[in-house]
């Protein structure tokens, strides 16, 4: 099948759909999609993740998401319900763990064997392929909130196939966002295929009439990605989703930690992909955001990464995002515990409950931050429509070859590799090495610009020191990479 | 820029661990510190930075991982290097090597008796371990 930017057909999906089913014995038990949906529809719409996206959107609330999976069903269902009950967690994941993310299902089984032995989970996740989609629907009835899929998966079109019959409603990823910052060797093209995919079947659900939510993963590799950067990626997955006939996105970006920076970007954000959806003949679209808080390195001291936490819960607030993604104050050392988990969304519900109803007001600074991040992101994307010949999925893997959009810090090779961020003396992020990143000399000269500003105030030269700098300076508990 | 001191350096993320960032600064600071570094990068398994320290004819192996796997991707290895005939390669792993807060004693023995010659907890700067590398490597 060649690729580019058009709904599947039936025989397509269907064909592949054969495939995919006897990848693992559990895809048998989905076998039958007119069941699968039928399940579907049974679920309570309080259980619906695009209709309380939605209505979050129409009433201005924030609303927050912890992260969640560990290998066995049952501490699994525990530990959800103690994040619905005692933490007061709005939306509900399953965080699926890293063996699930590279299709590799016997070592799943290995993991689930030893955690049942040592009474500990050994897996960083919950693996909803393995548990099919039997286990899936015991975890949805045992919550009473919306579940989602969250994991980070070139390939998820069989586990994306058992959480839709399990009446999970909504999942996270895409063909750029689940590869680049993901995988060291799958092609971008076949992610697409494969997200394509994934799109499609949410399309069917949709036409059957049920209400599925899609997710493009914002913050990337999370650090120190510039806002244009991630933006160009979500409208980018948004719009590829939506051909495949998806109708509820949620387009995601990661705190970058300047607060005019942040509210900016989830402001273009929501407004520029409102736009290119229109434009594409995509009209009945819902678009709602998701805000990360900080997904670099945290502290290590619990106190301060509440700090962090609450930092990044008050800019979610201040944004007006749909939903804010929690942290927690074990993120310096890896999984944490429920408990931990539980105290970061309280800290993170009491910030957004004080801040309800205000937004950060409009000022010549926030103006000008979403011109100038509307602007870069324009640049990307009108270049891979370009050397797509109007086809985005075709410009999308030729513009990664090129460097069209470049992610930095990334593990795969299909990445270019070659653009560099930089905070400004603000603590906003800029574009210190600009690679093949198509701006205009005007945009360069603004980035530039404003990294001098900081190498004059610290005495140095403008240079990757800078970035590594503040690769570590927020666990180090500041957020602009000084010298020392 | 990089062998200077004329060690050489085998790093990657093993596993099915793709956290690529410390990685790459991990390869930046040995270079500029003159080692020579080969990095097998992210979602390695073992054989790759065995393989790249029999062909380069390394002096230490660090194994990072931050995804939790750690304590099923590392068992064995030891083994795996005696077989591969560079039994005595210095050996480290370090970063967030278990699922969870888990006391750091009862981890460092679990990975010391995997045969690592030192293992550091979560959040240790390279520069923390290139001191002692040194030492070990005996360098001044």
């Known amino acids: 099948m060649e690729l580019n930017n058009k ?48 209505k979050a959107k129409n009433e201005g609330i924030t609303l927050a998401q912890p992260r969640a999976g560990v290998a066995l069903l049952d501490k699994h269902i525990e530990l959800l319900r103690y994040l619905q009950d005692d933490g007061g967690a709005d939306l509900l994941p399953s965080t699926i763990d890293a063996y699930t993310r590279l299709n590799r299902y016997d070592e799943c089984e290995v993991g689930i064997e030893e955690s049942r032995k040592v009474g500990r989970s050994l897996l960083n996740g919950f693996p ?91 913050p990337l590799t999370g650090t120190i990605v510039p806002p244009s950067t991630s933006n160009a990626v979500a409208i980018v997955e948004a719009l590829m989703a939506a051909e495949q006939g998806v109708k509820s996105i949620t387009v995601g970006y990661g705190q970058c930690g300047n607060l005019i920076q942040d509210v900016a970007a989830i402001r273009a954000l929501q407004s520029q992909c409102d736009e290119y959806l229109r434009n594409n003949g995509y009209n009945d679209c819902v678009v709602t955001t998701v805000f990360h808080q900080w997904m670099g390195g945290f502290p290590a001291d619990e106190a301060k990464a509440f700090g962090v936490i609450s930092n990044g819960s008050a800019t979610a607030a201040l944004a007006g995002a749909t939903k804010v ?99 400004d003396n603000n603590g906003a992020v800029r574009y210190l090495k600009f690679g093949n990143i198509p701006f205009t000399k005007e945009l360069k000269d603004y980035n530039v610009k404003k990294l001098e500003e900081r190498g004059k105030f610290e005495g140095r030269e403008v240079g990757f020191q800078m970035t590594v700098d503040d690769i570590f300076a927020v666990g180090k508990g500041r957020l602009v990479g000084r010298p020392e | 820029m990089g062998n200077e001191n004329g060690k050489t350096i085998v790093i990657g993320v093993i596993g099915s661990d793709c956290h690529a960032v410390g990685n790459k600064i991990i390869d930046y600071v040995l270079t500029e510190n003159g080692f020579k570094v080969i990095n097998v990068g992210v979602i390695s398994p073992q054989e790759d930075f065995i393989n790249a320290a029999v062909e380069t004819n390394a002096d230490a192996i660090i194994v990072s991982s931050l995804y939790g796997h750690g304590e099923i991707d590392c068992r064995g290895m030891r083994d795996k290097c005696k077989e591969a005939g560079i039994g005595d390669i210095l050996l480290y792993v370090g970063g967030n090597i278990v699922v969870g807060k888990q006391k750091w004693e009862d981890v460092h023995e679990r990975f010391q008796s995997m045969g690592f010659d030192r293992v550091y907890p979560p959040g240790t700067p390279i520069e923390h371990t290139m001191v002692e590398m040194k030492e070990d490597l005996k360098i001044n």
Not at chain 1, 355 to 368: A, D
Not at chain 1, 389 to 412: C, H, R
Request: hydrophobic share 35%.
């Open chain 1, 7 to 54: 709904k599947w057909t039936d025989d397509e999906f269907y064909g592949v759909r054969k495939q995919i089913l006897n990848t693992w014995e559990t895809g048998k038990g989905v076998a039958d999609l007119e069941k699968n949906i039928e399940y579907a529809k049974s679920v309570p719409d309080h259980k619906n993740f695009a209709k309380k996206m939605e």
């Open chain 1, 128 to 218: 909803g392929v393995n548990h099919g989609v039997e286990g899936c629907r015991r975890v949805l009835e045992a919550v009473n909130v919306p579940l989602e899929a969250r994991h980070g998966t070139p390939d998820a079109r069989l586990l994306t196939e058992i959480i839709h019959a399990a009446g999970w409603t909504s999942n996270e990823g895409g063909g750029i966002s689940y590869n680049i910052p993901y995988a060291k060797s799958v092609s971008i093209e076949r992610t697409i295929k494969d997200w394509q995919y994934c799109d499609r079947l949410v399309g069917i659900y949709e036409e059957a009439g049920v209400s599925i939510n899609r997710e493009p993963f914002g």
């Open chain 1, 325 to 423: 993604i929690v942290k927690t104050p074990h993120e310096a050392i890896g999984i944490p515990t429920k408990e931990a988990n539980c105290e970061g969304i309280k800290t993170t519900k009491m910030t957004l409950n004080l801040l309800q109803g205000q937004q950060l007001p409009m000022s010549e600074q926030l103006k000008t931050e979403i011109a100038i991040i509307k602007a870069e992101t324009k640049c990307m994307i009108d270049k891979l429509f370009e050397i797509g010949k109007g086809d985005l999925a075709i410009g999308a893997v030729k513009g990664f070859d090129m460097g069209v959009i470049d992610i930095p810090f990334a593990p795969s090779k299909y990445n270019f590799g070659k653009m560099m961020p930089a905070r």
